[in-house]
């Protein structure tokens, strides 16, 4: 049963518009919330975090949205490179210790 | 520069083989992790430990095992490797606090024939 899921498996969004990745939840106990990046033959790297007591984080050109109502978060890009092409990971951890990830969206921005 | 390493960037073993994946952080880091990334499963956790000698099973530790006698060294192994082990293999590590990020290595892709 997975406890993060990412329903779109792929997006495509033209250069300069904006991007939204979405992510929803099951567990209420979930306490922070994180979005990785993945380009090829690397590994996942931080890209940012949220706390289940706020519900709009923001760092540069991304924002990350929590709807705890809702389970449900989404993370924007705003505006899109060709270089944020890759594969994003939205996570979760109660406690920050064991972090559950979900199966991943594959971003494309096309120039 | 923090720093995970994985000893391997690629792996072919045969069905049956005992199979060690080392990794190594130096960021003095109390949390190390082990996932697999497979195509639709994303990252799934497989062992996990907050300190030295300690461990906790993840989500799928059936098949593995593993081993951490030094802080920054964590091992992570196949008994009897089979074909359904063939993924990526990803080895993170964190500090001890809440809502802190994982940093990873850059992944050992395994297949096993």
């Known amino acids: 049963d997975q406890q993060v899921k990412q329903n779109s498996p792929s997006l495509s969004v033209q250069e300069g518009r904006i991007s939204i990745l979405n992510c929803d939840y099951t567990n209420s106990m979930f306490d922070y919330f994180l979005w990785y990046k993945k380009y090829p033959a690397e590994g996942p790297t931080f890209l940012i975090s949220?706390?289940?007591?706020?519900d709009k984080n923001e760092d540069g050109r991304f924002t990350v949205f929590l709807n705890k109502s809702a389970k449900h978060l989404s993370l924007h890009i705003v505006p899109s490179q060709p270089g944020d092409s890759a594969v994003y990971f939205c996570a979760a951890s109660v406690g920050g210790f064991k972090t559950i990830f979900g199966a991943g969206t594959r971003l494309f921005v096309k120039a | 520069d923090v720093k995970v390493t994985q000893s391997s960037r690629y792996l072919v073993k045969r069905t049956g083989e005992k199979v060690f994946l080392e990794c190594v952080q130096d960021?003095?880091?109390?949390?190390m992790f082990w996932y697999r990334q497979d195509p639709g499963l994303g990252l799934r956790l497989i062992y996990f430990?907050?300190?030295?000698?300690?461990?906790e099973k993840g989500d799928i530790p059936e098949g593995y095992s593993v081993s951490r006698e030094k802080k920054e060294r964590f091992s992570l192994i196949l008994e009897s490797a089979s074909t359904n082990q063939t993924s990526m293999y990803l080895c993170?590590?964190?500090?001890?606090?809440?809502?802190?990020?994982?940093?990873f290595g850059s992944g050992t892709q395994l297949s096993v024939l």
């Open positions: 960021m003095d880091h109390e949390n």
């Open positions: 430990s907050y300190d030295v000698k300690m461990k």
């Open positions: 993170a590590s964190s500090l001890d606090r809440e809502g802190e990020k994982l940093f």
């Open positions: 949220i706390s289940s007591i706020k």
